[in-house]
Nanobody, 125 residues
Framework: VQLQESGPGLVKPSQTLSLSCTVS??????????WAWIRQPPGKGLEWMGV???????YYSPSLKSRTSIARDTSNNQVTLTLRSVTPEDTAVYYC??????????????????WGQGTQVTVSS
């Protein structure tokens, strides 16, 4: 299973950021995986944002819960991230990752079975 993130590289403050993670190598509908989003702001560590299970249950970081939505699109084999009301502090490299077990707040690569290459998002006017 491989993951590839995509989305706009530049978003203006107060807008909504939408990212996609395309899954290849297998159909999501057949995978009992947990699909997570993690980000890394410049000069800072990795931050776990949230996860969606193979059954559609979602879990979010408390600090981002009010602005974040994660969804699955099994027909297109994608996992999506929506982040509302962005600010420059949301500038980061955004990664999607998948694991066979649910590990809340996991931020190290060896906790996941597969990890995307990441996509840079800059929030600036």
């Amino acid at each position: 299973v491989q993951l590839q993130e995509s989305g706009p590289g530049l978003v203006k403050p107060s807008q909504t950021l939408s990212l996609s993670c395309t899954v290849s190598g297998a159909s999501m509908a057949t995978l009992f995986y947990y699909w997570a989003w993690i980000r890394q702001p410049p000069g800072k560590g990795l931050e776990w944002m949230g996860v969606i299970s193979y059954s559609g249950s979602t879990y979010y970081s408390p600090s981002l819960k009010s602005r974040t939505s994660i969804a699955r699109d099994t027909s297109n084999n994608q996992v999506t991230l929506t982040l509302r009301s962005v600010t420059p502090e949301d500038t980061a490299v955004y990664y999607c990752a998948a694991s066979k077990t649910l590990i809340m707040s996991a931020t190290t690569k060896n906790q996941y079975d597969t990890w995307g290459q990441g996509t840079q998002v800059t929030v600036s006017s």
